[in-house]
């Protein structure tokens, strides 16, 4: 079964430090999108992306925050300047449309830890 | 102010008895909700979605019920299986075109053999 792989599985940076998460989609899907959470919390949206833009962003999602599809494989999720509190796990998912027929593909998951 | 509530507490049930998750919502209009199972330290698993005109889905052994009087959906595992033990999520679904999930916090199941 197709899968969304992410890549590190597990990252540890220290504040203030670029950090750069990958996801490679499914390679048929056209919506790609982030979320994260927070130990112990809810599954939170970042951002959705499609058609080489963003198509909506939470609050979250500040200018610390971008996304980019360099190629016609990769999404990345960038967070320019790491606090503390962006320490979660990072899901990447995506769909062939806005999920209302078969749901999202979620990846595994970034660790990242700030210290 | 909106609100996506899951059971609070972990549902804790013998193996081959039914388990019911409760989702409740205030204040929010979705036109899908959609369950999600999560293992720990794993990504959501997209396991059932139901649609705003619909009452009820199922697929094999689950079932989701949604009553958008009550702004409630309930999720069903009948003849459950120690397999089954996981965090299972909730998700809105506001069909605004963008994508975006709204979780509940999760339930926990634990099924005992």
């Known amino acids: 079964e197709p899968e969304v792989t992410q890549t590190p599985s597990h990252q540890v940076t220290q504040m203030g430090q670029e950090v750069i998460l990958r996801c490679v989609p499914i390679?048929?899907?056209?919506?790609f999108y982030w979320y994260r959470q927070i130990l112990g919390q809810k599954v939170e949206f970042l951002v959705s992306?499609?058609?080489?833009?963003?198509?909506?962003k939470s609050e979250i999602f500040d200018d610390q925050f971008s996304v980019e599809r360099p190629d016609g494989s990769n999404f990345t999720l960038k967070i320019r300047s790491t606090k503390l509190e962006d320490s979660a796990m990072y899901f990447c998912?995506?769909?062939?449309?806005?999920?209302?027929?078969?749901?999202?593909?979620f990846g595994s998951g970034t660790r990242l830890t700030v210290v | 102010s909106q609100k996506i509530e899951q059971n609070s507490e972990a549902l804790n049930i013998q193996e081959g008895k039914t388990a019911t998750l409760t989702c409740n919502y205030t204040?929010?209009?979705?036109?899908?909700l959609q369950w999600y199972r999560q293992d720990p330290g794993r990504g959501p698993v997209f396991l059932l979605l139901?649609?705003?005109?619909?009452k009820e889905k199922r697929k094999e052994r689950l079932k989701v019920t949604f009553d958008t009087t009550l702004k409630q959906s309930l999720f069903h595992i009948t003849a459950s299986q120690p397999a089954d033990s996981a965090t299972y999520l909730c998700?809105?679904?506001?069909?605004?075109?963008?994508?975006?999930?709204?979780f509940g916090q999760g339930t926990e199941l634990s099924v005992k053999p």
């Open positions: 998700a809105l679904d506001l069909d605004n075109q963008g994508g975006k999930l709204i």
């Open positions: 998912a995506s769909s062939l449309r806005p999920g209302q027929v078969h749901g999202y593909t």
């Open positions: 204040n929010y209009s979705p036109a899908y």
């Open positions: 992306f499609y058609n080489n833009e963003i198509s909506e």
């Open positions: 390679s048929n899907h056209l919506y």
């Open positions: 139901i649609r705003e005109n619909e």
